[in-house]
């Protein structure tokens, strides 16, 4: 991502592209290859407004609509091994309570970049069900878009 050169322009924010987990209890016929959650905040210098978290590739996933998902930034940006959920300590979470358009604006505005509170280099998972009995449904890195 950093080597080599390029000719996609930055679009601003951050991305995370998810892949399905083994575990999913999807329909895998409905699952796209990867997701994708993209990250900004407003350019407008608007400190008070959250960050804004829009879809893509999961539209017409009921995940977007159904009660129980949520997404998890994790404070590591290790994929080889999910941590046990009851140890689960996330830099952020948020409940997935999207509309049609898949966009949804978050209370906080988060760190976009890398650092202490910064969430470029993070795990990044979509989980479905209660904290204790939760399933990762799919999983990936936040990277810069």
């Not at 679009?11 to 993209?38: C, F, K, V, Y």
């Not at 998890?72 to 996330?90: E, V």
């Not at 948020?94 to 209370?107: G, R, Y």
């Not at 069900?129 to 878009?145: D, H």
Request: aromatic share 6%; charged share 20%; proline share 6%.
């Amino acid at each position: 991502m950093c080597n080599g050169s390029s000719s996609r322009t930055a679009q601003g924010g951050s991305i995370a592209i998810l892949r399905p987990t083994q575990h999913s209890e999807l329909d895998a016929s409905h699952i796209p290859n990867d997701m994708r959650i993209l990250f900004s905040n407003q350019a407008d210098g608007l400190l008070d407004a959250g960050t804004q978290v829009e879809f893509w590739g999961c539209e017409k996933l009921h995940m977007l609509r159904d009660p129980g998902y949520w997404v998890i930034i994790h404070r590591d940006g290790d994929l080889t091994t999910p941590p046990p959920i009851r140890q689960i300590d996330p830099l952020f979470s948020f409940p997935l309570e999207t509309d049609a358009a898949a966009v949804m604006q978050l209370s906080q505005r988060l760190d976009l970049g890398v650092g202490d509170v910064g969430i470029v280099g993070r795990r990044v998972s979509v989980m479905r069900g209660e904290r204790e009995e939760s399933l990762t449904v799919a999983e990936g890195i936040v990277g810069w878009n």
